[in-house]
Structure formats: C-alpha cells, structure tokens
C-alpha cells in the first residue's frame, strides 16, 4: 500500500487527576473546565502515526466530538504529528450515549475516507468499551477490539488480540476499526517543533446540521437511558494497619491461619 | 414476573459454556418466565448445563469457523429481532467477545446499551441496572426510556449461580444472514498463556503485583507466594503495560474480576479500575510502602512496608511450615 489514510477517535475529557464530580441534576460527569486529549487515545495516536510510516506514507486525522468546540485535546495530537483534525460540537449532543456518538462519529469518519480506524479499547471518563464496535457497524467495517500488537500489509491489517486465555492473531482486510490497549506503544512526547506545527494544522468544525443527521437520533433525545439514583456503595470496613518493623511477615501468617486457608 | 423473555449471550470455554452463562442465566430466570440462550458451537452438549441452571432453549449461530463471534452472533440476533421474534432484554457478558457483540447489535437494531452492569432488578415492570462507579465508591442506577430490546453488559461474578433442576433445554440453529465486509476478519492463531495451577478468576487465594514491585524480576516473589498458597498470581494493568506479565494476569476494569476467599495485593496503589476487579474479594490483604495508598482503604490487614522485605521473610515462614 502507497498512502495510508488512518483515522484516529480521540476523546477529549475533563482531567482525571482531578476529582470526578456527577452534576446534582443530571447525573452526568461535570465537564465544565478545560478538556484534555485522553491518555487512553494517545496510544491510538502512536499507533496511527507509526502504521502511517510503515505502509510507506500516509496521514493521520483525528475525529473527535466534544462540547463548546474544544480542540485543546486535538492541539495535544496534532503537535505528535496527526495531519487534521474534524471536530463535531454542538449543544444538542449533550447528553449522547455511545450510540449516539458512533452515529455522529461515523458520519464525520466517512467524509474522511479512511483505510483504517483507529480507536481505544475504552475510554477513561466513560469506559463502556462498545462504540468502537457500533462505529465498525454502521460504517461496514470489520473489526478487532483488544489489539496489542498491529502489522499492515497488501491491504491486510495483522494484529494480535487480547483474549481470556492468551491471545490470537488475527488477520482483517482494509477498510476496517482496530482498539488498541494501553501499553501497545509508547506514545511519543510532543517537540516544541510539532507544539509550534500544531497551531497551524487545520481543524474543521462541524455541527449535527452539517453531518445531515435525522434530529432526535443523536443527543440525549437518541440517548434512551437515564440515570435513577447514584448512592453511596456499602462500605466495607476499615481494616487493620500496620507498619512493618521487620515481623510484618508474622502478622500475615497468623492472618492467614485464622482465615483457615493455611 | 416482569419480563416475558430474556436471552442470555453465552461465551464459550473450549466445549463449555462460559461461567458468566450461568450466572446471567440464573439472574435472567429470577426476572423473566423464559430464558434462552444464544451461544455459538455445538449446542447439543450443552444444553443439559443450560437446562439445569433455567435455561428453556439454546439458540446457536453456528460455527464460527475462523470468524469472530461479534458480528455473526449480533446478526443472527438482529435477524430474528427484524422478524418478529424480540426478546425483551438481551444479557451480554463484559468480555472480549462480549463487548463486541453488544456493539454491534445495539448498531443493528438501533437500541442502546447499558455496559459494566453489576446488578439487575425488576421495578415497576421494568429493569433497573446497578454500576459501580468511582471505584465501586458509589453504586448508579440507570433504565432504558424506550420500548427494547434494551441490551445489557453484564461484569462477571455479579450474580452466583444456582442450579434450577431444569431438564435438557431444546436446541436450534439459528440462520446467519450475509455479513458482507463486517465479517471479514478472521482468526489464524491461537495462542495459550495460562500457568499451572488455578485459574486467576477461579482460584480461592490470589496474590497480584504491581509497579511497586520494582521491575520484571521481582514478580517471582509474586508468583512463589502464589505457588506456596496453591493460589493464582495477578497483575495490575501498570505491569501488564510494561511487558513484565501477560495481560491474561490483568485483575480490574478491563481484565478479570476476582472474587477470591483471599487476595493479596503487592506494591499496588489500588487505582479505582484495579479495585472494581477485586473489591469483593471476602478478605484483602495489602502491602504498600506508601501509608496514603488507596488500597489501605479496603484492606482487612495493610502492612506499611517494602515488598522487597515483607515477600521474602513472608514465602520463607510458610515453607518452614510445609
Ligand atoms: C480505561 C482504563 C482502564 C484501566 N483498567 C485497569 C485494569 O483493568 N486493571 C488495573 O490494575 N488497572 C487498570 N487501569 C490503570 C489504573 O488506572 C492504574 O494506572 C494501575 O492500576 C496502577 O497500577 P499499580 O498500582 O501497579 O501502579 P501505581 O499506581 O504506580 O502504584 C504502585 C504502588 O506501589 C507502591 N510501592 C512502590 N514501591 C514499593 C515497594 N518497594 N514496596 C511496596 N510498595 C511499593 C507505591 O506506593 C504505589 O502505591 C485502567 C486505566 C484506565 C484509564
Ligand atoms: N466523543 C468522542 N470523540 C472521539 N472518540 C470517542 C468519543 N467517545 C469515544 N470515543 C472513542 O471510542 C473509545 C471507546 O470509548 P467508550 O465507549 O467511551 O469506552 C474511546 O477511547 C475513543 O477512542
């Protein structure tokens, strides 16, 4: 293959580091302050630019839907070297489940045209793992989730799948949706160069009206589940502490005896 | 009952059902009048398992040749769906192939899903869904608004299963329309990285290793006081991600969820998607050298303390005992 064309799903989310908070009145996460490129999509990023380099040339665009036109997410893997970047904002997709966000992601991916798409196994804020999967159904594209190790090749994708028991190679004709896992790659740290390149690159900013889909399919109204209470779990009970003065080895062992399991 | 009919996705182990089928098809049975299994392989060798925990009928999609299971078993769901036969709610388990399945039927049949569910009750004709969240600090309850199927993601070990004394259940196949390109990849190797010894999911004292073990070598003590306890070893992911174990160790939000009589948790922070993997274990012992460390939280005996000191003197006193 000649030129590559990988698109990367990157989500944009409020800083984990931070503590997580539910608004009071709809008990979705809080997203107000600034939004940041999800560790977990930086593997995904990698990975795009290092496939793009190996089929022989190529490029990779980023697509991401996000609130109030946030890029600061984008700027964050543009300046690794992604090409472009297709931004979906609008206040009717407050709310989205992930059907919903496969819907608008696969109409932006398929003004892309892409050989490949690239997404995580799961995302850090919102963790369903499934719209990857919705995405490669809607756009009729095969797919391996669970992608630890990817090889391309006359049209062909070779990777390895995490499974119970091991894993499995598996082998996918082009056009198709990989997941990758964190740890398949090393993401590299933006140079100042590509910081700078960044600021350049083109981020095209679209809106539910542009993509042409049906209203009421995406956003809340499409979302079709709600939150009916959050409540503190059971807690289980504080245990005992102690600090190792050299016989901390005893104290388990007698744990361990009073358990019955030695 | 509130429901009239429930199918319970099944994932295989070798001939068997999955674990997981069993615990789904016991939840399914307290909640709807019919239970159906939908799984792929043979579906005659199991059907006097799937008969005994409740199960009415086991549905297969096939072989599946060197196809992955998602896309053929959500089309042939989907098919049956389009022609009049819809099951009020589909369980699906969070698993490899799980996830993929659910994907793709929710995209099928254009219903949404519910995903890292550890709980399912009935209120008010309708079914509600527990997820732990924040950790497993907090438990959320969430619905479906509109008419289903509604598809659930269900994480392992959220319900035990109990035999229902049910006979053989009847078995069929179940067409699998043309997948076009979504069936297109295809497996061409297998490979098994299980150790001897129990099963992490299944062993009754597992001891797992993280970052805090220093590096790839020190996992040994990880896996010798596993050894010395007749236990399994796990992981955290962090290690998983440095190379230092096979992601078949993993214990946590992405990988298995473990439920042991005992677990044992080594230079591990106790980050919120490690401990909703193991939170339920009935006792936890822990082993950190920072006081602050999260995993102190849920620990019935934390030991404040290096690894490198404890493990040692720790595998020695129990093989004086042997
Ligand atoms: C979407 C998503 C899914 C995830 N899924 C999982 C999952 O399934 N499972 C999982 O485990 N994680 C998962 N994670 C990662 C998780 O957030 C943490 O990064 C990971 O669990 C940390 O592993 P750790 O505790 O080994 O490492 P760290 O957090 O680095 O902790 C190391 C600990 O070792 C202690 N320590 C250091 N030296 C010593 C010593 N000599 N003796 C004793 N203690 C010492 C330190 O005090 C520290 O507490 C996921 C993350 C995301 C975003
Ligand atoms: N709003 C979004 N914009 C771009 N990509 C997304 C978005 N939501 C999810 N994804 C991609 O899908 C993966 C799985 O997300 P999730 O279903 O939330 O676990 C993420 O890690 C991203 O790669």
Redesign the interface.
């Known amino acids: 293959m000649r030129f590559m064309n990988v698109v990367v799903c990157v989500k944009q989310i409020p800083d984990p580091a931070a503590p997580a908070r539910l608004d009071p009145s709809t008990w979705t996460l809080e997203r107000e302050g600034k939004l940041i490129l999800d560790e977990s999509d930086s593997y995904g990023v990698e990975m795009g630019l290092q496939l793009a380099d190996q089929a022989g040339g190529g490029e990779v665009t980023l697509v991401s839907m996000a609130p109030r036109n946030e890029t600061s997410g984008l700027r964050t893997a543009l300046a690794m070297g992604a090409a472009r970047a297709i931004l979906v904002s609008d206040p009717v997709l407050g709310g989205s489940d992930a059907l919903g966000t496969a819907k608008v992601l696969a109409a932006a991916i398929r003004r892309a045209e892409p050989d490949l798409v690239v997404a995580a196994t799961e995302s850090t804020d919102g963790y369903t793992g499934t719209l990857p999967v919705q995405l490669a159904e809607l756009l009729g594209f095969p797919s391996v989730t669970f992608v630890k190790k990817v090889t391309v090749g006359d049209g062909k994708v070779h990777v390895e799948r995490q499974t119970e028991a091991g894993f499995d190679e598996v082998e996918t004709p082009l056009p198709a949706v990989i997941t990758v896992t964190a740890g398949v790659v090393e993401p590299r740290y933006p140079s100042f160069k590509g910081i700078m390149a960044a600021k350049g690159k083109p981020v095209d900013q679209l809106t539910v009206a542009d993509l042409g889909l049906p209203e009421g399919s995406v956003g809340a109204a499409g979302a079709r589940q709600e939150v009916v209470s959050v409540e503190p779990a059971e807690s289980r009970k504080a245990g005992e502490i102690i600090v190792d003065e050299g016989d901390a080895h005893t104290r388990i062992v007698a744990y361990l005896e009073q358990l019955k399991v030695i | 009952m509130a429901l009239n009919t429930i199918w319970v996705v099944a994932d295989r182990?070798g001939a068997k059902l999955a674990p997981t089928a069993f615990e789904m098809v016991t939840k399914a049975r307290e909640l709807a009048s019919t239970v159906e299994v939908v799984t792929w392989g043979d579906a005659g060798s199991v059907a006097a398992d799937a008969g005994r925990y409740g199960a009415a009928a086991v549905h297969t999609v096939g072989d599946l040749g060197a196809g992955?299971a998602?896309?053929v078993a959500?089309a042939a769901m989907a098919a049956q769906i389009a022609a009049g036969n819809a099951p009020d709610a589909v369980f699906v388990a969070?698993?490899?192939d799980g996830?993929?399945i659910?994907?793709?039927l929710?995209?099928?049949i254009?219903?949404?899903?519910?995903?890292?569910v550890v709980g399912v009750e009935a209120r008010d004709g309708a079914l509600?869904t527990e997820h732990?969240?924040?950790g497993?600090?907090?438990?959320?309850?969430?619905?479906?608004?509109?008419q289903g199927p509604g598809i659930y993601?269900i994480r392992a070990k959220s319900f035990a299963p109990e035999e229902s004394g049910g006979g053989p259940a009847a078995v069929d196949t179940w067409d699998v329309p043309d997948l076009?390109?979504?069936?297109?990849?295809?497996?061409?190797?297998?490979?098994?990285?299980?150790t001897e010894g129990p099963k992490l999911d299944e062993a009754?004292?597992v001891v797992s290793g993280g970052r805090g073990l220093g590096n790839a070598d020190s996992y040994k003590l990880v896996e010798d006081l596993a050894k010395l306890?007749k236990g399994a070893a796990g992981a955290s992911?962090a290690i998983?991600?440095?190379?230092w174990v096979?992601?078949?160790y993993q214990v946590g939000?992405?990988g298995k969820t473990v439920k042991p009589?005992?677990y044992i948790a080594v230079g591990i922070s106790g980050a919120t998607q490690h401990m909703v993997g193991m939170?339920s274990s009935k006792?936890?012992?822990a082993?950190n050298k920072d006081?602050e460390a999260p995993i102190?939280?849920?620990?019935?005996?934390?030991?404040?303390?290096?690894a490198h000191?404890?493990l040692p003197?720790?595998i020695?006193?129990?093989r004086q005992?042997v």
């Open positions: 182990a992955l998602g896309p959500a969070q698993s490899y996830r993929d659910a994907g793709r929710s995209a099928r254009d219903r949404p899903v519910l995903t890292n509600v732990a969240i924040f497993g600090a907090e438990i959320l309850n969430a619905r479906f608004t509109a993601v076009g390109a979504t069936g297109a990849a295809s497996v061409i190797a297998t490979h098994v990285q299980e009754a004292i306890l992911r998983v991600d440095a190379g096979p992601y078949s939000q992405t009589t005992v939170k006792n936890i012992i082993i006081q102190f939280s849920i620990a019935d005996l934390g030991v404040v303390g290096d000191k404890v003197k720790l020695e006193a129990l005992r």
